[in-house]
């Protein structure tokens, strides 16, 4: 009698054994649904000043269906890399980047710049003579 009960008790062992690995391995792949989407922005850093009328957003995204800078879509790479470059007036201005996963969840980063006009002596000396000569 003891020769049956080993079997089903190594029976029983391996489902629960296979159920336990299938729960696993379900867990594991859905973690990225669970944590819905995720975005990074590597540049520019937050509340940084440049001095270029062109800036360059890059970033990672994952999980995602779709992107937006500034409200307008823009597209990741296959490994969900972005890299899209914006003209900024001089300034504060403010870059708004949002993601939606499929099931409608979305992310929002919003990064802060001030682009600061840096012109030169020469500059400066042309516009005062522009403004005095446009005074009389």
Do not use: W
């Amino acid at each position: 009698m003891t020769i049956p009960s080993t079997k089903k008790t190594v029976r029983r062992a391996l489902v629960v054994l296979t159920f336990l690995t299938l729960c696993g391995y379900v867990g594991f792949q859905s973690k990225d649904l669970i944590a819905g989407p995720v975005l990074m922005v590597e540049e520019p850093v937050n509340g940084s000043t440049v001095y270029s009328d062109k800036i360059e957003i890059t970033g990672q995204a994952q999980n995602i269906s779709y992107i937006y800078l500034n409200g307008r879509q823009i597209f990741t790479n296959t490994e969900g890399q972005f890299r899209e470059t914006l003209i900024l007036k001089p300034g504060y201005s403010i870059i708004n980047l949002s993601a939606k996963d499929k099931f409608g969840r979305e992310t929002q980063k919003i990064v802060h710049i001030v682009r600061d006009v840096d012109i030169s002596i020469e500059e400066t000396i042309a516009l005062s003579t522009t403004t005095i000569n446009n005074s009389y």
